[in-house]
């Protein structure tokens, strides 16, 4: 069966994205940047991100957490990702956090540095499972605890090694979902759902992304809430995405990468 | 439309002891917060608590660093309130039909506040501006009327917390959720049942009150329970 692969090369501010068919030819024939060589091929099929063997008080080992301070938690006897904005500070990246740069992505990681500092009012951690996400859907169930200014739950895509990404969120304060873009440390809106929902505290609800191409369609509970053709094709890490003192809890973090 | 409410009680009105206590008793224990023997246990709390010091590093204004002193003068006027403000500024307990009446200049500031509001690219007087006192004043009238204090939520949680006293956001959003008709989130708004005892306004997720509450510098849920003489719920 043949794949069709597609590489980025950054230029400059031009992005230039070529389609090969036939992987094992391009790895031979092209000087593949260091991103691609290291990337784990997509499996095509749904990997549901456990969190048991997890200890509980501790940051996540599946995620990354690049900003904010992300703990295992219990909740209902089960352990659950809990985004903990109580200790949030103004513009303070995770600690550690030029370690874990360097473990996404290799000796690339001062622009991605730069662009998470720039972007540290957004709390990220990054799913270390998978490199690179093009094609599928990336489901995630969330809780809302609190927040005094913000009660935000995302899922993070397209995140580039120069720390670009764009996230869809619920936000528990205006009831809405949002895709937002995350490009060279500017934060830009890109569209709302119309329908507003507003969430209780204390629930658990689903937020879905589908990726197909350009086309991009998002659910909250199963309502669809998207259905948006981007600028660009999304090729990058996934995760999870919140904003400065959300508390939010995860868990059921599924992600089925597809071909197309 | 806008509903009018009642004007939010100040630092001291705020300090309602259980049902039987006077209105003197509550001032009384404002200027003296030592625990006093015959109040129940859950229902005293000491300088060094946490809520109580989050409370009083937001109020410190001691560098005197704000901009504007004649619109803090006026605000300050206007709410009825005198600085510098002693922590605990807020317990977060609202009691429905405990409010005390407005001062005279109320009024005419929540009208200056509603046309500021409505100016796109205007500067909310936020703690740089007209100091810690000043916000929590801003906060106390704005809660005169439902379409200003809306406005005025949405500024206060957009300046960010060293702009905002997350004490005084907090409450306000629970009494705007009760008015939209939903459950309040902190727990920091009571009223009257039916047989005249002070009873908890409908909440959700009373389970993590604690930590919303933790995180926005108001005591722990208990403590308010107490405070506004309720039955735990």
């Known amino acids: 069966m043949s794949r069709t692969v597609s590489l980025t090369l950054e230029l400059s501010v031009m992005r230039i994205s070529i389609a090969f068919v036939g992987a094992a030819s391009i790895a031979t024939t092209f000087p593949l940047s260091l991103d691609a060589q290291r990337a784990k091929p997509a499996p095509e099929k749904t990997t549901h991100?456990?969190?048991?063997?997890?200890?509980?008080?501790?940051?996540?080992?599946?995620?990354?957490?690049?900003?904010?301070?992300?703990?295992?938690?219990?909740?209902?006897g089960n352990n659950v990702l809990f985004i903990d904005g109580r200790v949030w500070k103004r513009g303070q990246p995770a600690g550690g956090l030029a370690d874990k740069a360097r473990e996404l992505y290799g000796a690339r990681n001062e622009d991605f540095i730069e662009s998470i500092k720039a972007f540290a009012y957004y709390p990220i951690a990054v799913y270390k499972g998978l490199?690179?996400?093009?094609?599928?859907?990336?489901?995630?169930?969330?809780?809302?605890?609190?927040?005094?200014?913000?009660?935000?739950?995302?899922?993070?895509?397209?995140?580039?090694?120069n720390g670009d990404y764009l996230t869809v969120r619920y936000n528990g304060t205006e009831d809405n979902v949002v895709l937002w873009t995350f490009n060279n440390g500017v934060r830009k809106f890109v569209n709302r759902a119309t329908t507003p929902t507003p969430l209780e505290l204390?629930?658990?609800h689903t937020l879905k992304i589908s990726v197909h191409g350009t086309q991009l369609k998002s659910w909250l509970d199963?309502?669809?809430?998207?259905?948006?053709?981007?600028?660009?094709?999304?090729?990058?890490?996934?995760g999870v995405w919140s904003k400065t003192d959300s508390m939010i809890e995860f868990a059921d973090f599924t992600v089925t990468p597809t071909s197309k | 439309m806008t509903m009018r409410l009642r004007f939010l009680p100040t630092c001291a009105a705020l300090v309602v002891l259980p049902a039987a206590a006077t209105n003197a008793q509550a001032k009384k224990t404002t200027r003296n917060p030592t625990p006093r023997a015959k109040l129940a246990a859950e229902c005293t709390w000491k300088p060094t608590d946490g809520w109580v010091k989050r409370q009083a590093?937001?109020?410190?204004?001691?560098?005197h660093d704000w901009t504007n002193d004649s619109l803090r003068t006026a605000l300050l006027a206007a709410a009825g309130l005198t600085a510098p403000l002693k922590a605990p500024v807020n317990f977060g307990v609202h009691v429905?039909?405990?409010?005390?009446t407005p001062p005279a200049g109320a009024a005419a500031m929540v009208a200056a506040l509603t046309k500021l509001a409505a100016t796109r690219g205007s500067t909310w007087p936020t703690k740089s501006v007209v100091g810690a006192a000043g916000t929590h004043a801003v906060s106390m009238l704005v809660s005169l009327d439902t379409g200003l204090a809306r406005a005025a939520l949405h500024r206060m949680m957009e300046a960010g917390p060293a702009e905002s006293p997350a004490v005084d956001v907090a409450t306000l959003e629970d009494r705007l959720r009760l008015v939209w008709g939903r459950k309040q989130i902190y727990g920091t708004q009571f009223r009257r049942g039916p047989d005249g005892k002070v009873e908890l306004a409908p909440?959700?997720?009373?389970?993590?009150?604690?930590?919303r509450r933790e995180d926005a510098g108001l005591p722990p849920f208990k403590l308010g329970l107490c405070m506004a003489g309720a039955g735990k719920s």
């Open chain 1, 49 to 76: 991100v456990s969190l048991a063997s997890e200890t509980a008080g501790r940051e996540p080992k599946a995620f990354a957490p690049l900003v904010g301070s992300w703990v295992i938690t219990k909740d209902a």
């Open chain 1, 131 to 161: 490199d690179n996400f093009e094609n599928g859907e990336i489901a995630v169930r969330f809780q809302m605890i609190g927040g005094t200014l913000d009660r935000c739950a995302g899922i993070l895509f397209d995140v580039k090694p």
């Open chain 1, 202 to 204: 204390g629930t658990w």
């Open chain 1, 222 to 238: 199963d309502q669809p809430m998207h259905d948006y053709t981007l600028a660009h094709p999304v090729s990058g890490k996934i």
């Open chain 2, 57 to 63: 590093e937001f109020f410190d204004e001691s560098k």
């Open chain 2, 96 to 100: 429905e039909g405990r409010d005390s």
């Open chain 2, 203 to 211: 909440m959700e997720d009373s389970s993590h009150a604690d930590l």
